[in-house]
């Protein structure tokens, strides 16, 4: 097996990853993790930042992982939403090299006992990675399945200690016009922002992703450091995020804020509450041909449908 050093698994002939060649990706990630991130273009994830052997890499794909056939690579990171960068799926991929991402910090605000300027390095170094095999289901009705690289935010959590107080987190991704030229046109309210609810934000499958796919975050997916929360329209898991807020308030999302009688605070996973423009009923995985029926809760419903018991679902959409 040969594994080039620099960016490896990128360009066409990698669209489809066959599984013994995936399966030394996993390894050679977890033998080399700071290297690997290093070479793939996010300095500010050096090896320092990621002690070896951190990388959690059960001999399963773990329990909150789906074994359905992963997205290929091309797809991954050539089919995009990151309206900063413009509209069209190919966009994201196309400029959002411009965005500069090193150095980077996180500033956390609000409710908790630890707040102020994190720099990534700081912000990450404590936290082992995993890789979580997730769906990801947009709400334009496609999917994908994507092996992310990241930690679970409940540890992001626990390590800044929110008040009582707090009841939400809030997100905001990086706001700069100059380099990222979605940003100058009224597509959205700028920044991008989103929310959780305390308790969905400390749920385990909610995770912070760093790569995908064994590699550093290409910068269409939301590099260096996103959400990823499985169960909820993909539009709910912001990408390249500066600021995390613990709030009393419920926060608006910049969907929200668009467009409030077509996306909800919660953006559930629900073939029953349809988009007010169209079905949420089916889907249509990115690779495969026809739709497949859209699961609740995108499949996830055994580990989160408690999060919800009681609510009326199809007034809190
Ligand atoms: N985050 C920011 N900052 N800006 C965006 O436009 N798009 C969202 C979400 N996160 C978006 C974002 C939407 S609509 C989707 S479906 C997912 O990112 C897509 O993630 P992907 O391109 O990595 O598949």
Same mark, same amino acid.
């Given at each position: 097996m040969f594994i080039r050093p620099q960016r490896p698994w990128q360009?066409?002939?990698?669209?489809?990853?066959?599984?013994?060649?995936y399966r030394q990706r996993r390894r050679f990630m977890r033998d080399a993790a700071g290297v690997l991130l290093t070479a793939s273009g996010l300095p500010a994830l050096a090896g320092a930042a990621i002690p070896e052997g951190r990388f959690?890499?059960?001999?399963?794909p773990g329990r909150f992982s789906?074994? %359905?056939?992963?997205?290929?690579?091309?797809?991954?990171?050539?089919?995009?939403?990151?309206?900063? !960068?413009?509209?069209? +799926?190919?966009?994201?991929?196309?400029?959002a090299e411009s965005m500069p991402i090193d150095p980077w910090s996180i500033r956390v605000e609000g409710e908790a006992e630890e707040t102020g300027d994190i720099p990534l390095e700081d912000f990450i170094r404590p936290h082992a990675f995993e890789e979580r095999i997730y769906?990801?289901?947009?709400?334009?009705?496609?999917? *994908? /399945?994507?092996?992310?690289?990241? !930690?679970p935010l409940t540890d992001v959590i626990r390590r800044l200690r929110p008040t009582s107080r707090a009841k939400y987190v809030e997100f905001i991704t990086l706001h700069d016009p100059e380099n990222m030229r979605g940003q100058r046109r009224d597509i959205l309210d700028w920044p991008y922002v989103e929310g959780l609810r305390m308790d969905e934000a400390s749920?385990?499958?909610?995770? #912070?992703? /760093?790569? #995908?796919?064994?590699?550093?975050?290409? +910068?269409?997916?939301?590099a260096p450091i996103r959400l990823v929360v499985p169960w909820k329209y993909g539009f709910k898991s912001i990408k390249s995020i500066v600021k995390i807020r613990f709030?009393?308030?419920?926060?608006?999302?910049?969907? *929200?804020?668009?467009?409030?009688? %077509?996306?909800?605070?919660?953006?559930? /996973?629900?073939? %029953?509450?349809?988009?007010?423009?169209?079905?949420?009923?089916r889907e249509r995985r990115i690779g495969e041909f026809g739709k497949r029926p859209t699961e609740k809760f995108n499949g996830y419903g055994e580990w989160v449908a408690g999060l919800y018991r009681g609510m009326d679902l199809e007034k809190h959409f």
């Amino acid at each position: 097996m040969f594994i080039r050093p620099q960016r490896p698994w990128q360009g066409r002939e990698q669209d489809v990853t066959p599984e013994p060649v995936y399966r030394q990706r996993r390894r050679f990630m977890r033998d080399a993790a700071g290297v690997l991130l290093t070479a793939s273009g996010l300095p500010a994830l050096a090896g320092a930042a990621i002690p070896e052997g951190r990388f959690d890499d059960p001999e399963g794909p773990g329990r909150f992982s789906t074994d %359905e056939d992963r997205t290929p690579y091309g797809d991954v990171t050539g089919y995009n939403n990151f309206f900063e !960068f413009g509209s069209s +799926k190919s966009d994201p991929s196309e400029y959002a090299e411009s965005m500069p991402i090193d150095p980077w910090s996180i500033r956390v605000e609000g409710e908790a006992e630890e707040t102020g300027d994190i720099p990534l390095e700081d912000f990450i170094r404590p936290h082992a990675f995993e890789e979580r095999i997730y769906r990801l289901r947009c709400v334009e009705g496609w999917s *994908m /399945v994507i092996p992310w690289i990241g !930690f679970p935010l409940t540890d992001v959590i626990r390590r800044l200690r929110p008040t009582s107080r707090a009841k939400y987190v809030e997100f905001i991704t990086l706001h700069d016009p100059e380099n990222m030229r979605g940003q100058r046109r009224d597509i959205l309210d700028w920044p991008y922002v989103e929310g959780l609810r305390m308790d969905e934000a400390s749920h385990p499958l909610t995770i #912070l992703a /760093v790569g #995908l796919y064994g590699e550093a975050l290409p +910068k269409q997916n939301g590099a260096p450091i996103r959400l990823v929360v499985p169960w909820k329209y993909g539009f709910k898991s912001i990408k390249s995020i500066v600021k995390i807020r613990f709030v009393e308030e419920q926060p608006t999302s910049s969907w *929200m804020r668009s467009a409030p009688d %077509e996306y909800g605070f919660y953006a559930n /996973v629900n073939p %029953e509450v349809s988009h007010p423009r169209w079905s949420q009923r089916r889907e249509r995985r990115i690779g495969e041909f026809g739709k497949r029926p859209t699961e609740k809760f995108n499949g996830y419903g055994e580990w989160v449908a408690g999060l919800y018991r009681g609510m009326d679902l199809e007034k809190h959409f």
